[in-house]
């Protein structure tokens, strides 16, 4: 990035430039045209902000001393906690959903597991396809027990 003052002095170098530009092409133009141009520039200045009023709010003087806006303070130790929360709670969120998951199936491979030492059930039920479905209509609705 260039230093602020080299690019300003560079943007008042091509605004001459610009301007020796203009009156060169209006030389050979009419009194009456050139005229109205003149007038135009001069309300198109009138109608810009002034440069030092831009400057005083978009920049400040630092203590180094340089002219520019004010930084960052950079990452201190509440800004790295204060990022770092959301991954913490995501990554807590996560475990808990893991644990409640693992839960759930230890719960239903135990009830089927207590459904089939306690029930009297024929070998070739075991076999069956549709076994599985059976025994969880079982467990949802208590029964009754021949």
Request: charged share 20%; glycine share 6%; net charge negative.
């Amino acid at each position: 990035m260039k230093n602020p003052i080299t690019h300003t002095a560079d943007m008042d170098l091509w605004g001459h430039n610009f301007t020796q530009q203009l009156d060169l092409a209006t030389q050979n133009m009419g009194h009456d045209i050139s005229e109205r141009l003149r007038i135009a520039r001069v309300r198109a200045l009138e109608s810009r902000p002034a440069p030092m009023r831009l400057m005083r709010y978009r920049t400040a003087l630092q203590t180094h001393g340089s002219l520019s806006s004010p930084g960052d303070e950079g990452l201190n130790l509440w800004r790295i906690l204060a990022s770092a929360l959301p991954l913490v709670a995501l990554v807590m969120g996560l475990i808990l959903v893991q644990a409640v998951q693992q839960e759930l199936t230890e719960s239903d491979i135990a009830s089927i597991d207590s459904a089939l030492l306690l029930d009297d059930l024929p070998p070739d039920a075991y076999t069956d396809p549709g076994f599985l479905q059976f025994l969880k209509v079982q467990l949802v609705q208590p029964g009754r027990h021949d």
